[in-house]
């Protein structure tokens, strides 16, 4: 915490026995004083989320308290939390837009239940704070940010796990609407996958949009880049690029591949996966760029690469190559697994065998219940 924030709080924390005391004499006891005192206390111990979570309750129930907005929006400033609590829907301290994306439990004892995924996204372009700036890949700094938090229903709270970053006002249109598609992957995964899709980094996912290099994205640890933010793409693309690097932050991933132009097999699982789910749940209205037509190309491919695999069978010889063919040959058997068993059991298959082979995934989709009818085992040479 700043010098001048401990400064703060301390003084305020001094002067609320005084208040009270003259306005017991004067007008009615502050119904807020023991919050205030808590919110305090945690300010000084540099407990920000805490103390935020503490004033956003108070102005919850006392939107105009002027001490209470004056403090958040102080601890705002100088750190932006981690957390907040659900009083954040009606008194966040900064612009924002809360959304509810509703989908079918996956349990399918729960006939026609609904399960929820609520988001709060900041909507203000905000300065980027020191240490949510620096870009270690590139060695830069992108001085605007906006984040993405994930209603966690377990610990009741709202936290960060997506963040976009960008340079300057020409690339805010592009990174305010991946930081909105990647919140709803986040979501289809959680919901549909049975898994935290923070993956192995638990860190937020970080977007890091940039007007410079060739048209196109990487990930790289918990990082996603999207490079030429202002040069047009074809339709979907867009889309295409988010799922695909998303992907590869989040599932686990199949390894192998290397005579491709991605030796890793999860970005291009999550292409097909994501739009699957999306037309099942249902687009949100707010969802950027053109879903329509990534949805239908990938329902297309989806379908070349689902029907390829059920009519030749498990080859479990083509799987060990590294080349498009044995992908293409693996992503046709992970499908039939999701579409046959359901996304949870494809993904107990995918994690036992994280950064793991194609073959290694055929025998955890077998220990998950996967059954598959095996290609004609090649014919021996010899002399007959």
Known sequence: MSRGLLLGAMALM???????????????ADPHAARRRMASRYEIHGLVEKAVAEYL?????????????????????????AWLPEEAEAAAPFPHDSFKL?????????????????????AGAFAAQEGHRWDELHE??????????????????????????????????????????????YCLAR????????GQWGDPVDIWVTQKGEPGARAQGRSIYLYASQTARPVGEWLREVAHEYGHVSLP??????????????????????????ATD?????????VEAWMSGAARERERLLSAFRDSGLDQVLLQGKDAA???????????????????????????CPQGTALQFVTAAEAVGAAFTRAPEPEALGPS
């Open 57 to 81: 309750k108070v102005l919850a129930q006392s939107p105009e308290d002027p001490q209470a907005r004056q403090r958040v929006n102080a601890l705002v400033a100088a750190q932006m939390p």
């Open 140 to 185: 830069k700094g992108f001085v605007l940010v906006d984040y993405a938090y994930v209603w966690q229903p377990v610990k009741k709270r709202y936290e960060v796990r997506v963040a976009a970053h960008w340079e300057d006002d020409a690339q805010t249109e592009v990174a305010q609407a991946a930081l909105r598609a990647t919140s709803v992957l």
């Open 282 to 290: 249902g687009v949100p209205e707010w969802m950027p760029w053109e």
């Open 14 to 28: 001094l002067s609320l026995p005084l208040v009270s005391g003259r306005m017991a004499r004067s007008a009615p």
């Open 326 to 352: 044995a992908r293409d040959h693996f992503l046709g058997l992970a499908l039939d697994v999701e579409d046959r068993l359901g996304p949870e059991r494809l993904a107990q298959a995918l994690k036992t």
């Open 102 to 122: 509703e989908f079918e439990a996956a349990d399918d004892s729960d006939d026609g239940a609904k399960v929820e995924c609520r988001l709060l996204l900041t």
């Open 191 to 198: 919901e549909r996958l049975g898994l935290d899709p923070t």
């Open 253 to 278: 991933g199949i390894d192998g591949f290397e005579d491709t132009d991605d030796p890793w097999a999860d970005g291009h699982l999550a292409e097909l996966l994501f739009p699957k789910w999306l």
